[in-house]
């Protein structure tokens, strides 16, 4: 069975920087392109950051310039570099394949604070 698991969030300033880490097992990685998803207080979940197999990526408009997903193939993990984060970038981060399945890890709490 598929797994994720994500690390790497905490508490940062406004302005500060974070990089996320989701480690995947139970599928073989190399095959799947993966995103990294956020949901806010209050909010549905929303994709915004995807990279395809051959290591193509795509964001959300409210993160391009300042996230950076990536990907290793040999250690099965996926990664989000998070920089010039903003107090609306708060919300709990999730890593799931691209398309999404219907399972999901704990997530990581990322809290930027103004």
């Known amino acids: 069975q598929v797994q994720f698991v994500e690390s790497g969030g905490g508490l940062v300033q406004s302005g500060g920087s974070l990089r996320l880490s989701c480690v995947i097992s139970?599928?073989?990685?190399?095959?799947?392109?993966m995103g990294w998803y956020r949901q806010a207080p209050g909010k549905q979940r929303e994709l915004v950051a995807t990279?395809?197999?051959?290591?193509?990526?795509n964001y959300v408009d409210s993160v391009k310039g300042r996230f950076t997903i990536s990907r290793d193939n040999a250690k099965k993990t996926t990664y989000l570099q998070m920089n010039s984060l903003k107090s609306e970038d708060t919300a709990v981060y999730y890593c799931n394949t691209n398309p999404e399945r219907n399972l999901w890890g704990q997530g990581t709490q990322v809290t930027v604070s103004s």
């Open positions: 990279i395809s197999r051959r290591s193509v990526s």
């Open positions: 139970g599928i073989t990685f190399s095959m799947y392109g």
